[in-house]
């Protein structure tokens, strides 16, 4: 309780760090105490929760680095272009960064249009960073966008691969997040009936699939819903196996109210 339209989340010293797209909050909630934080991202905001549309920032993507969390905005509208740097440990606030100078130049570098691109996921290893373009727009543009430089606001350079994603219940599914797990991308991609980066449309289903690190290759998608848009992926627990991940889902409404979801999947 207390949470609405997550968005993503981060499992992280028996605590989950969540993010919602029509807040200004990033969560820290203990699994042990049942114990709900809210840490304030921008300061001096009209509104911080069930912020209108055309106003929120949009934080579709949560990543970590050491003690650094990052939370990024989609980049779909000109308003959802920053990355909030944070530090784990003491629970501040300790860069605003403007990334609409690197946003443009993947949209100009893989011929995305800016209605089309919509960043929902980001992978940052300390050296390189991987963003996931959600191809929910009419073209369908999804994508890994890969940046080789630790400081996205100096120089990088830029590689970008374009995937073909199965559908879902004849609906085309789209990245909506991913984490690194031994050399390999475990991917969500959701499925609703809309064309528009923008607009919500009616939920078809959700699926888990595997890109090969080092190749860049698909290697497996799996349906794993009809009903629910899955969009926060987070590893619980791995060892020689399986590996249990825990979700989280974006309901589209103003209510306050979040679900984890754990998934198990065999090695």
Not at 1 to 26: E, F, H, Q, V
Not at 28 to 46: C, M, P, R, T, V
Not at 113 to 126: K, L, Q, R, W, Y
Not at 171 to 178: E, K, L, M, N
């Amino acid at each position: 309780l207390g949470i609405g339209s997550a968005s993503g989340l981060i499992y992280k010293n028996d605590s989950l760090y969540i993010i919602s797209d029509n807040s200004n909050y990033l969560y820290e909630y203990s699994l042990a105490n049942a114990d709900l934080q809210k840490h304030l991202l921008i300061e001096n905001a009209e509104v911080n929760e069930n912020i209108p549309k055309v106003m929120k920032p949009d934080f579709e993507a949560i990543s970590q680095n050491g003690d650094d969390i990052f939370v990024i905005g989609s980049g779909s509208t000109e308003n959802r272009q920053k990355m909030i740097q944070m530090s784990e440990v003491q629970k501040k606030v300790l860069h605003n960064h403007d990334l609409t100078d690197l946003y443009l130049s993947m949209q100009y570098f893989a011929g995305i249009s800016a209605e089309d691109f919509n960043i929902e996921g980001v992978i940052f290893t300390g050296e390189k960073w991987y963003f996931f373009q959600r191809g929910n727009g009419k073209n369908a543009k999804n994508g890994i966008f890969i940046v080789e430089s630790p400081y996205l606001t100096q120089g990088y350079s830029l590689l970008y691969t374009s995937y073909d994603l199965p559908k879902i219940n004849g609906i085309q599914s789209s990245f909506t997040d991913a984490v690194l797990v031994d050399d390999v991308f475990y991917f969500l991609a959701s499925a609703e009936d809309s064309q528009s980066t923008y607009l919500d449309g009616t939920v078809a289903g959700s699926s888990i699939g595997k890109i090969n690190l080092k190749t860049m290759k698909l290697k497996k998608v799996v349906t794993i819903t009809d009903k629910h848009k899955f969009e926060g992926l987070t590893v619980y627990k791995n060892n020689s196996k399986t590996i249990d991940f825990l979700l989280c889902e974006d309901g589209d409404s103003d209510i306050q109210e979040t679900q984890i979801f754990k998934l198990t999947l065999d090695k």
